[in-house]
């Protein structure tokens, strides 16, 4: 986070030298990112049977089989109720007037969207004191960095101070696993199944992607001062991202495959900008 800040900061420093032009202005974006929840399903466990099969392990079984208090288990289901958590999104934005109403702009936005989510395992009594079924619920928590760059091209109308927006825009999205979390027995048993410091995992499983988007900006800008004004966008957008990084992962994930599909996501955005 601190190392987005800065290079956010560096290249706001660097491109004020494009606003000696009046036509150049630049920009500070920060808002919220409402990320698609199909995307979320990587966290789970969902994909190849990750977390069942790590749940098979001898080593692993056995540690939750001591925390549970030596009762056997199995693997259950897992809660289709996963979605991410709203993240602050903020970024630096250049741009260029081509007439008073028509602008073109760049941006460059960073955000850490987070997956709460659960899972469940079914619980052998070994005394046979009851005949009902019994469960135990562990949760999943999945952190994630995103690059979005955006290309727009908005029509502001003609106003005094407030002004509204209209516009597309396209864009380059990237993204990299953070963090994913394995928890059940009340927190006793808590598993790291990613860590971007192990680096045998960066060769065996794909942790980062990037994909393509297209979509509209609706707003209104209302001026500040004779150089500052302020916009309030409302951005939606469809994203179509890569998950995996080889034909034979996809074949062995089969129907449980999220590839190449649009999916709409929103930000809401506040820019500040000198022009």
């Known amino acids: 986070m601190r190392l987005k800040l800065l290079l956010v900061l560096y290249l706001f420093t660097n ?29 789970t466990g969902f994909y190849q049977n990750e977390l069942p099969n790590l749940l098979d392990q001898p080593n692993i079984h056995q540690q939750i089989y001591q925390s549970l208090g030596n009762q056997d288990f199995e693997f259950y289901e897992y809660n289709l109720d996963y979605k991410y958590t709203p993240a602050i999104n903020y970024g630096v934005l250049l741009g260029y007037s081509v007439s008073p109403n028509l602008q073109a702009s760049i941006d460059a936005n960073f955000c850490q969207p987070k997956v709460e989510t659960s899972y469940s395992v079914k619980l052998f009594d070994p005394g046979n004191q009851t005949s009902q079924d019994q469960f135990k619920v562990g949760h ?73 988007g297209y979509g509209i900006n609706l707003g209104v800008e209302y001026r500040l001062s004779d150089k500052f004004v302020a916009q309030l966008m409302y951005q939606p957008y469809f994203s179509r991202v890569e998950y995996f990084a080889t034909n034979s992962q996809i074949e062995t994930s089969g129907n449980n495959y999220l590839g190449l599909t649009n999916q709409l996501e929103h930000d809401l955005t506040l820019r500040v900008q000198w022009k």
């Open 140 to 212: 999943i928590l999945g952190k994630e960095g995103r690059f979005n760059g955006k290309f727009n091209l908005d029509y502001v109308f003609d106003g005094e101070k407030a002004r509204f927006i209209v516009g597309i825009q396209g864009l380059f999205l990237s993204w990299r696993m953070e963090e994913q979390i394995y928890e059940l027995a009340d927190e006793k048993w808590i598993y790291k199944e990613f860590s971007v410091h192990n680096v045998s995992n960066n060769f065996t499983k794909k942790t980062s992607g990037s994909g393509w």
């Open 15 to 43: 491109i004020t030298l494009f606003a000696q032009d009046k036509k150049f202005f630049i920009g500070l974006n920060v808002g919220a990112k409402f990320a698609n929840k199909d995307y979320a399903l990587r966290y």
